[in-house]
Structure formats: structure tokens, C-alpha cells
């Protein structure tokens, strides 16, 4: 299925007003300042194509979870200073979303020029998907563009509502990137198809698990979700994560994935979080019963790297331990890095968001992949196989 694109519409919108769902839902410290600005970044190509071409920019996000209503801890008012640092062209914030005020303002608007509106989730019909609140918020462009895939797997008044009121309703060039890349993994890769899922639990990937798995040359599981699997496989887990109410699952799944699905062969295991300086090695059928596994071992990661760095294509979703302490870090960095070699090698490499892209960021090598998801939660249901209720809203390609 395909979606018409900026792309086919920036040309018309001179003078005109393009309403452009984005997705600024970045993380602030204590003091307010935005702490990580790429969520922003990845926003300015769509939003430069609509101000070079004269539309008057008019720009809505959500923030945080405030419930439903005006929060000050949640407003947009920060993200405008770091959006107006790194922008192009000229950037006005108003502190209102969908208001009579708000709606004039937008009409003030210079070709070029735009203007963030206040958080899209201090309304109360937002995340219903209020018909009522999506035709105010039609009101606010000539023209919709939703280049939120952050968002897209959400049902919101700001990312499908107002698309079936205001139209022509496109997809931006971030919402259109994500959709090549991780539509052409699901549907044409190159081959060999290697995915790599991590995580902490079996159950949030179970869906990704049966979609991917008639699709790949191999599946390398990795993160605490292999303890289920090491369950199911009679493997002692010693106080591990493991979810007892899916061993049977897990069973089924080894069963039926004969040697498409691999597990780690070892793992890093220590006796808590809290005892770094205890972590050591072992293998797989030897967890001790007072230990946690807490990272892949080292030769899981000798051999994950080999794999991947062989693949044309590479997805991964789920880091393979707890790399935010080091001492658990060694093989959600070999991924990173196989990944890396892997794209210079010519290979597609795919990060589906979340944990997973933070984890490459904090290698610094998210530069070096084909593509950085920028929807954890929207990449994951993508990947299941869902349809997406923010992109199945928008104009279709007949």
C-alpha cells in the first residue's frame, strides 16, 4: 500500500497553510532543556521542503502523558527554544493548540515562516480520537502532512482524525522514509535476512517473533527474553527474568522455528544488577541458581557479529542485556558495531527505535546505520503486521 508524499503536494501550498503532525515527544531534565534533540532533527527535511516551497508552517506535537489536560510540567515551550535554535527559518510558539486564538494566529502566519502550537494531549478529546476536536483541528491548515510515525500507531485526534477532515492528507519525508525501509525488510529484503530481538520480555515481541520468522535466514534472540526461551529448553535460569506464563509458547515457537531461531550460547550472569564487579561468563546450560543472566556472553556475540556482518539485510529491535551498566553492555555494543561493518559492507541496517536506537546513539554509531526508527512502539507493530490507524488515514496512491 502507498501513500502520496509531500513530495506530490509542497509545490501547491505556497501562501497556503500545511498542518504537519510531527513527533517533538523528547525527553527534558530537571530544569526543562531538551536533552536529546533527534526527534527534531529528523523533522526539519519535511518541514524545510514545506517552508522553501512558501506554505506557512503550522505544527503539532504531543509531550509526555499530562492526562488530558494543561500541565506546565508538559509544555511545548522548551522544545520551541531547541526547535528555533536548529531551524532554518523562523519559529513562533503560542501557548494553545486549537482555540479561536490559535486558529488566528495561524492565519497571521508569513509564507516560510512557523509556528508550534501547544501540546496536542492537554486536550481531552486527543488521545479518544473526539470527531469534534478533529474538525477544530482541521481548522488550523489548507493542507495536512503527518510525519509522526512515533505517533502513527495511535488513533489520536492529531494523527488520524484530522486526516479524514482536512485534506490532501500526506505522509511527510520521515514518515515515508520509515515506511521503505521497514516495509522493504518486511516485504523484498536482500538476502541473507538477518533480525536481531532483545529485550526483557517474550510477550512484547511475540507478534514480531511470528511475522519475522517465515520472513528471515535467521533469528538471534538475545536480552532477558532468551530466559523463557532457556526455560523451554529445560535450562536451569537461576533468577532470571523469565515469564512462566509463556514457556509453553516459547516451546512451540523452538518447535516450529527448527534453526531459524538461535539463542545465545552463553551468557554474562552476576548476582544482581547491584554487583557489576561480580559479572562473569558462562554457558548457557550452566546459569547458577543464585545468578541472573544480564547480558549475552562473549562468544553469543563473537557469533551474532559474524552473522550479521554476512547479511544484506539487518534488523534489530531490543538491546541483548542491560546496556545501560557497562559491566552488561559488551553485546548490545557488538550488534551496534556488526551493524555498523555490516552497512559498509552495503548491507541495509534497520534500528527499530526505542532502546535499541538509544543504544546505538550511545556508541556512537547511529550515523553509520541505513536507518534509526523513530517509533519504538510504531516500528514494533509494523512489524507485527498491524495496520497503522495514523498512515491508513492518509491519501492512498491508487
Sequence with gaps: MRFRSVGDIAATLRGKRALVRVDFNVPLDD?????????????????????????RLVILSHLGRPKGKPDAKYSLAPVAERFRAIAPFPVRFFG??????????????????????????????EEKNDGALARRLALLGDAFVND??????????????????????????????????LGGALESPRRPFVAVLGGSKISGKIDVVESLLPRVDALLIGGAMACTFYRAR??????????????????????????TLILPHDAIVAPGLDAPEKAHAVR????????????????????????ITSAKTVLWNGPMGVFETPAFAAGTLAVARAMAEATGRGATTIVGGGDSAAAVAQAGLSDRMSHVSTGGGASLEFLEGKELPGIVALDRIE
Excluded at 234 to 240: I, M, N, P, V, W
Excluded at 253 to 259: F, I, M, N
Excluded at 284 to 305: C, F, H, K, T, V
Aim: overall charge negative.
Design 148 to 181: 509522526a510515525f512515533g505517533a502513527a500507531h495511535r488513533a489520536h485526534a492529531s494523527t488520524e482524525g484530522v486526516a479524514r477532515y482536512l485534506k490532501p492528507a500526506v505522509a511527510g519525508l520521515l514518515m515515508q522514509k520509515e515506511l521503505e525501509y
Design 284 to 307: 548457557r546450560d550452566q546459569i547458577p541458581a543464585n545468578e541472573a543472566m544480564l547480558d549475552i556472553g562473549p562468544d553469543s556475540a563473537a557469533s551474532y557479529s559474524r552473522a
Design 31 to 55: 530544569a526543562g532543556a531538551v536533552t536529546d534533540d533527534t526527534r527534531i532533527v529528523a523533522a526539519i527535511p519535511t518541514l524545510s521542503a514545506l517552508a522553501n516551497a512558501g506554505a
Design 234 to 259: 529445560g535450562y536451569e535460569t537461576g533468577t532470571s527474568l523469565v515469564e512462566a506464563d509463556r514457556v509453553q509458547m516459547a516451546t512451540d515457537l523452538v518447535e516450529r522455528a527448527g534453526t
Design 96 to 125: 494553545e493548540t486549537e482555540s479561536d486564538a490559535a486558529i488566528a494566529a495561524t492565519r497571521a502566519l508569513l509564507d516560510g515562516e512557523a509556528l508550534l502550537l501547544e501540546n496536542t494531549r492537554f486536550l481531552a478529546g
